[in-house]
């Protein structure tokens, strides 16, 4: 039911928009920027109904007001993080239903990165909007968050169908690629996986959204209950938690 277009900003976030084709209903995921997307919107004829927020950062919320002003649309966001999200009319959390046109979203508290990070998952569409939870290859930085709380809220993601296509928020995934390779070399869906991702970006192409049955093969952030990646780590033994917290300290220092 759901028409998703890709809309890249600023250096390498994508903002998504999001049109429910039975009622038109329209959203505009995490706009980092405005007039980009309200271009983009009257290009495709599209009237913009909602703002859907997975986070606070300025690179997620900075073209709220903006477009809201343009549109009238209805901002959701998430409930833990109401005072940081501008503009946010209906608040959301873990287990609730966005209802969105004729379709809706579970909406799944994923803290780590900040505190009050939320995730959107449209399951009649094979679509989650993770913000910056999961990137392909990757998982964000915890900056208001333990390792512990964001291995949970991967979990969570983790849980969803293999044939769930992750729209996340950065165009990350060679630079993901090149350190997962350093942890897990030995990984060769994750060799085949780099080089696919290196010819799809010499091509200028995007790599998201990738599919979430090849994330759990080849993405180390979700491969941290796998033995052999904990061995590959010096850690046989360790915590999935323990691996977890190794493998984003890495990535940090990477």
């Known amino acids: 039911m759901l028409d998703?277009?890709?809309i890249p900003v600023l250096n390498d976030n994508y903002v998504y928009l999001v049109r429910e084709t039975e009622s038109g209903a329209t959203?505009?995921?995490d706009p980092a920027v405005a007039a980009p997307v309200l271009v983009e919107a009257q290009r495709l004829g599209w009237t913009i109904t909602h703002i859907l927020n997975t986070h606070h950062h300025g690179d997620h919320v900075g073209g709220n007001m903006e477009i809201q002003a343009a549109t009238g649309c209805h901002i959701v966001g998430p409930r833990a993080d109401k005072d940081r999200i501008p503009g946010i009319q209906t608040q959301v959390g873990d287990g609730d239903r966005c209802t969105f046109g004729q379709d809706e979203a579970t909406v799944f508290d994923v803290p780590g990165h900040t505190r009050?990070?939320?995730?959107?998952?449209?399951?009649?569409?094979?679509?989650?909007?993770?913000?910056?939870?999961?990137f392909a290859l990757g998982c964000g930085r915890l900056f208001e968050g333990t390792p512990a709380q964001m291995w949970?809220?991967?979990?969570k993601l983790k849980a969803l169908p293999d044939e769930t296509r992750v729209y996340c928020a950065h165009e990350y995934t060679q630079a993901n690629a090149k350190f997962a390779l350093s942890v897990d070399g030995d990984n060769a869906a994750l060799v085949a996986r780099a080089e696919e991702?290196?010819?799809?970006?010499a091509r200028g192409k995007p790599t998201v959204p990738s599919i979430l049955g090849i994330e759990k093969h080849t993405n180390p952030f979700l491969r941290a209950d796998d033995?052999?990646?904990?061995?590959?780590?010096?850690?046989?033994?360790?915590?999935?938690?323990?691996?977890?917290?190794?493998?984003?300290s890495r990535k940090d220092h990477f």
Do not use: M
């Not at 991702?197 to 970006?201: H, K, W, Y």
């Open 116 to 134: 009050g990070h939320i995730a959107y998952w449209f399951a009649a569409d094979d679509a989650l909007f993770c913000g910056d939870t999961l």
């Open 197 to 201: 991702i290196d010819a799809t970006r």
């Open 27 to 29: 959203a505009v995921v």
């Open 152 to 155: 949970k809220s991967l979990g």
């Open 227 to 248: 033995p052999v990646l904990a061995r590959n780590l010096g850690l046989g033994g360790a915590s999935a938690e323990e691996v977890f917290a190794e493998v984003r």
């Open 4 to 6: 998703i277009r890709q």
